[in-house]
């Protein structure tokens, strides 16, 4: 079996290799932006990111009846080979999730440092799905009153977006459709632009569920934002209005890539020998993060252990390179994004028993683990 493979995975040879090894599958490395029609006649599957658009016609003069892709967004494959019978698809949802979950708190943890928002504030959560429970879950071990609202889900805790929409903070964690009941194609428009006056967003989603042209005229709303509308080129005036502006990094943990590449193989893998094969992470001592006298004294100051998400992930930092940039570093940013941690692997253990007001504390932390 021929596996056409993203080159941006490359770096992942070695663990790519024990989930698909040589004897058995071939691995051809292409350019995701540019892949031809070339390069996929004798492939037999393709294992891809976002940036790589697929579609029956593209596909109609290979063999490729397996199409992996490592990230959670379903739109750049399209419907009729997703609904086709003639293809297995796959798509990685859920294995980045605790990743944007970081990326949130990071930025949550910002606007606390920046007295932005407080932990006495609340969140509005839109979409229910594997992100935004394991947020809720998060946001509930932070002591810190959240909503949330999904319209294909029947749960008597869920609200309307009016609630959402009341909160402080609403963050975005739905998938792009255009068509059908519920479309998030543009979901936040002019029709309710007012109802988030002096509100923050977060949009970790996609560019196209926020009308950037009405965002545009909202002075009063704290936009912040990691993914745009017409990527990689970015609308520049959108970008410096966005408070943190990011190259749609949310789910770039190390963690959250190898999740995400490791259940993508194995989904191969399976197409072929239909077997399981499992990896496990290892932990990240949470010392190298923070010390636990920083730890401690920011959480008994702000209610929140301020530098526990942004030490490992200086979103600020990043924020001010894509500025200045004028987001022309789009892919450069995306591709060099640093090898950091999701916080649920960081350990603890040396933090226990030195502060008994923590204990119960990181005991939250340790069980959203699950």
């Known amino acids: 079996m021929l596996v056409l493979i993203d080159k941006e995975f490359f770096k992942y040879s070695n663990l790519i290799e024990k989930i698909l090894p040589k004897k058995y599958f071939k691995k051809s490395f292409f ?84 007295e932005l928002f407080s932990s006495q504030k609340s969140v509005g959560i839109i979409g229910y799905g594997n992100i935004g429970k394991r947020l809720g879950k998060t946001l509930s071990a932070f002591n810190i009153s959240w909503h949330a609202n999904d319209p294909f889900l029947e749960d008597e805790n869920l609200v309307d977006l009016e609630t959402i929409f009341n909160c402080d903070l609403i963050t975005i964690h739905t998938p792009f459709t255009r068509v059908g009941e ?66 749609h990094i949310a ?21 072929k020998f239909l077997d399981k094969i499992e990896h496990s992470y290892s932990a990240l001592e949470a010392s190298k993060i923070i010390t636990f006298d920083t730890f401690v004294n920011n959480f008994h100051a702000h209610d929140f252990p301020l530098g526990m998400f942004t030490s490992e992930f200086p979103i600020n930092e990043i924020s001010d390179e894509f500025k200045q940039a004028c987001g022309k570093n789009f892919l450069q940013l995306r591709s060099s994004h640093p090898q950091r941690r999701d916080f649920i692997n960081f350990n603890f253990n040396d933090f226990f028993n030195r502060d008994e007001s923590m204990d119960k504390f990181l005991n939250n932390l340790v069980r959203l683990r699950g």
């Open 31 to 114: 350019v995701g932006t540019e892949l031809t029609t070339s390069e996929i006649k004798s492939a037999d599957a393709i294992l891809c990111r976002s940036v790589t658009k697929l579609n029956q016609e593209f596909l109609k003069d290979s063999q490729i009846s397996v199409i992996a892709s490592a990230t959670s967004g379903t739109d750049h494959i399209s419907d009729d080979l997703i609904n086709s019978k003639n293809f297995q698809t796959f798509f990685s949802s859920g294995a980045n999730a605790w990743s944007v979950v970081h990326y949130v708190m990071a930025v949550i943890e910002t606007l606390i440092a920046e």
């Open 251 to 271: 789910g770039h943990s190390l963690d959250g890539k190898r999740g995400s590449l490791i259940d993508a193989c194995k989904f191969i893998r399976t197409a």
């Open 182 to 247: 519920d479309p998030t194609f543009q979901l936040i428009n002019k029709n309710n632009i007012k109802s988030l006056t002096n509100k923050i967003i977060i949009n970790t989603s996609r560019g196209g569920i926020v009308d950037e042209k009405v965002l545009l005229q909202s002075e009063s709303i704290l936009y912040i934002s990691d993914v745009w509308e017409n990527e990689p080129k970015v609308n520049e005036s959108v970008l410096k209005h966005a408070y943190i502006s990011t190259p």
